[in-house]
């Protein structure tokens, strides 16, 4: 219990404080296809910026996001009544270390107990899986990403025509409140509630990691390009990059409903994992 609840406090400590490669990279190649001088000089003050959080070991952005788990739970682990626990004591110590801003407040008194506790909170998303390892995936997802997150509950005549014209219109409606350049999680399918599920889960992957499916990868690749078309960029301020990729999960639909969730995440990209092995070794990645 507390070596996972340390190596937690540790992947949570990297995940708000370092950008992963992959979404510097995607950043930096951002910057160079820029035409714009505002958007470049706007590209340039994010990377600068993440560089500093990096140094001083300071979180990335004011708004540390809220404090989400993905835990991929392989059935045979002897450790999976720790988990939940060793997740909340790291968050509230967390909280104190890094330190995270305390983001969970009470929606009937608008109490905020200071420690990122409460009920409901953190969100932890399982998933029972083969295997005895547990993978721990950490999503820190700010507000204004959040605000910024649609469902739309399409005919199924509208066909994946139709999840293209919803995905593009809701991303030109937001403009700049999520704070582009974003990645853009698209849930497909399910129903209401999982569709959502899968477009957060999306975000999960590395920066323009294509779908497995070449239909999916390719549609994940047209809608990139179709929302760079808007001329959003970064930050609402006009350019080429308003989003970094695009990333898409489905599940099958029932014949009458066509459900998409819409997931936007800013571009302070922030993941991290923890992995526990059934021997009780831990990982930390990101």
């Not at 998409?260 to 990209?269: F, L, P, R, T």
């Amino acid at each position: 219990m507390d070596r996972l609840k340390e190596a937690l406090v540790t992947a949570l400590t990297r995940a708000v404080t370092r950008l992963p490669d992959d979404v510097i990279a995607a950043l930096s190649r951002a910057r160079h296809n820029e035409d714009s001088p505002i958007a470049r000089q706007e590209l340039e003050t994010i990377l600068k910026n993440t560089a500093l959080a990096r140094d001083a070991g300071l979180p990335i952005c004011q708004d540390t996001g809220t404090p989400t788990f993905f835990v991929a739970a392989g059935a045979d682990s002897p450790h999976l009544g720790i988990i939940t626990p060793a997740i909340t004591r790291a968050v509230a110590e967390a909280t104190e270390r890094i330190p995270l801003r305390p983001n969970t407040v009470d929606p009937f008194t608008g109490d905020n107990p200071g420690n990122n506790l409460g009920q409901g909170i953190p969100l932890i998303d399982w998933e029972v899986v083969p295997g005895d390892a547990v993978k721990i995936a950490i999503l820190p997802k700010g507000g204004g990403s959040e605000n910024a997150c649609a469902l739309r509950l399409l005919r199924p005549s509208a066909g994946i025509a139709g999840v293209k014209r919803a995905v593009v219109e809701h991303i030109a409606a937001v403009k700049g409140l999520p704070c582009p350049p974003t990645i853009v999680g698209v849930g497909i399918g399910g129903g209401a509630d999982a569709a959502l599920r899968l477009g957060k889960r999306a975000l999960l992957r590395r920066v323009g990691e294509p779908h497995p499916e070449a239909r999916v990868a390719a549609l994940e690749q047209e809608l990139t390009a179709l929302l760079n078309e808007t001329g959003i960029g970064p930050m609402g301020l006009g350019g080429r990059a308003t989003v970094l990729a695009v990333h898409i999960e489905y599940a099958m639909r029932h014949p009458a409903s066509l459900p998409v969730g819409i997931v936007i995440q800013c571009w302070a990209d922030r993941r991290a994992v923890v992995l526990l092995r059934s021997d009780g070794r831990i990982e930390v990645e990101g």
